[in-house]
């Protein structure tokens, strides 16, 4: 596995988090304020976003919910 280099959107907390490759958002718990952020890899590194500012599609939760959505109900 990869380590890549985040910031904590919060508190400015450098950490480094294990990357499986995939470009997709991943929530992070801030070892230093312990608060809950987004991790996005990118091309051209990580964007690290507040949960409350992120897109739909960034935030990996609302991601689980568009993608699960009426596959079986
Ligand atoms: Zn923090």
């Known amino acids: 596995m990869k380590s890549?280099?985040?910031t904590c959107p919060y508190c400015s907390n450098a950490e480094t988090m294990e990357?499986?490759?995939l470009y997709k958002?991943?929530?992070v718990h801030c070892g230093y304020c312990g608060k809950?952020?987004?991790a996005?890899?990118?091309a051209n590194g990580v964007?690290?976003?507040k949960p409350e500012e992120a897109d739909c599609c960034s935030d990996p939760d609302c991601r689980e919910l568009e993608m699960g959505a009426?596959?079986?109900d």
């Open 47 to 49: 964007n690290c976003l």
């Open 36 to 38: 809950k952020y987004i």
């Open 4 to 6: 890549l280099n985040i």
């Open 25 to 27: 958002p991943v929530y």
């Open 70 to 72: 009426g596959a079986e």
């Open 19 to 21: 990357w499986d490759g």
């Open 40 to 42: 996005e890899p990118a």
